[in-house]
């Protein structure tokens, strides 16, 4: 190669170096540039990493701040303990108390309208004041969701107040069961007074929820649970309606008979939570199937009924078993959702869909009775229940497989 070519070569290069440092000049500020020019010389290896190292405590300092911050979303900044925190849970009691605990007492309004104030109405006509009840629990609950989610909580919680007392005074007009009733007006009363003083709203939620997301209807796990818990309530709350009129039909006196309804609620109770923290361990879907078809068995057992001892004895345990049912569905819905954001829309959808089987269920029990008897009406709600178990095992299979020591 001559000196000449070389030379060339040379000048060429150098002229590629110059274009590459003008690009790069021409994207920097004068600013940016005079700082480069009074730099110290590039960092060495360990400045590097002791700057890394700076940078990482930042960010790790930054997302602890976050991290302490109230969220939705944020498990980490919700309070443990604490006196404000347990007034949220006695707030939250008195509320269960205050609307699914009066549903869930109707089997003795049953019992007084049959013998007494409604007694020219058939059981299935009876039924629907009960099963409208527990009907509009859930399903206003989807109406109401979005304005929750608008940061209205305590709003909403004064106007159930007002109108869960003043139904309860609205149904008595005169001395005797009017009384009884009024007395539970006034203790709706003050505890909801409880609930309306101290129920604070940590956060505001994260933004309006969907109404309606259609999508979930093509995801078997969601279809088939929807599809089990409805069927489920077509036949659960028979024997909470007519568990004490069938005790009296077997010749038990009324003030046994009144007591059955309060062994299954108390044995409820227990089913609500026990079960619960056995799910925390094996999986919500592990414990839900056993107990849906336990409770099934139980409610045919009643057929084999004959003495007050037999009847309280399926009533501890329906109520125990059947406490699961009704606990456990707000879990599973959380399981089942991927989307966390959807979690509200979800529920709503599927609850609006289960009040409709708690709404027809115990008036089809009711008519079922005036056609043919107590043992008929124990079989269909034991079918309805077990045919939902089979329903929540296949949705359990398409979310978890085959396999019988899957957490799912």
Request: glycine residues 10%; proline residues 4%.
């Amino acid at each position: 190669m001559s000196r000449s070519s070389a030379s060339d070569l040379g000048k060429e290069a150098e002229t590629r170096n110059i274009n590459q440092h003008s690009n790069i000049d021409h994207d920097l500020t004068t600013g940016q540039k005079e700082l480069i020019e009074a730099a110290e010389p590039p960092f060495t290896e360990r400045e590097s990493d002791e700057k890394d190292e700076q940078e990482s405590n930042d960010l790790e300092r930054v997302a602890t701040k976050a991290s302490s911050k109230p969220s939705v979303n944020n498990i980490k900044s919700v309070p443990n303990g604490g006196l404000w925190a347990w007034l949220q849970v006695v707030s939250s009691f008195f509320l269960f108390m205050n609307t699914w605990g009066i549903v869930n007492t109707f089997g003795t309004y049953q019992t007084y309208y049959e013998t007494g104030l409604l007694s020219t109405s058939s059981p299935s006509a009876i039924s629907w004041i009960g099963s409208i009840q527990a009907t509009l629990l859930l399903f206003v609950g989807s109406l109401t969701g979005p304005i929750y989610d608008s940061g209205y909580a305590r709003s909403l919680v004064f106007a159930g107040t007002f109108l869960v007392v003043f139904g309860q005074m609205m149904l008595s007009p005169a001395i005797g069961f009017a009384w009884a009733t009024r007395v539970l007006g006034f203790l709706e009363l003050a505890t909801l007074g409880v609930s309306c003083a101290v129920l604070r709203i940590r956060v505001l939620p994260a933004g309006r929820r969907k109404f309606l997301d259609l999508a979930a209807w093509k995801e078997v796990p969601f279809t088939f649970f929807v599809l089990g818990t409805f069927i489920g309530f077509l036949g659960l709350y028979t024997p909470f309606f007519y568990i004490q009129s069938y005790a009296l039909a077997l010749g038990t006196s009324s003030d046994l008979a009144f007591y059955l309804l309060a062994i299954l609620n108390a044995a409820s109770t227990f089913g609500r939570v026990l079960p619960n923290l056995l799910a925390d361990r094996i999986g919500p879907f592990n414990v839900i199937i056993p107990c849906t078809l336990m409770t099934g068995i139980l409610c045919l057992c009643l057929v084999a009924t004959n003495s007050f001892g037999s009847v309280a004895a399926i009533s501890a345990l329906y109520g125990f078993f059947s406490g699961t049912f009704v606990s456990l569905p707000a879990t599973i819905y959380v399981h089942i959702t991927a989307n966390r954001g959807l979690i509200g829309t979800r529920m709503g959808m599927g609850f609006s869909v289960t009040s409709i089987g708690i709404l027809v269920g115990t008036p089809i029990s009711g008519a079922i009775l005036s056609a043919s008897g107590y043992n008929e009406i124990w079989i269909y709600g034991g079918i309805m229940t077990i045919v939902a178990a089979a329903l929540i095992c296949v949705c359990r299979v398409s979310k978890g497989g085959w396999g019988w020591k899957t957490v799912v």
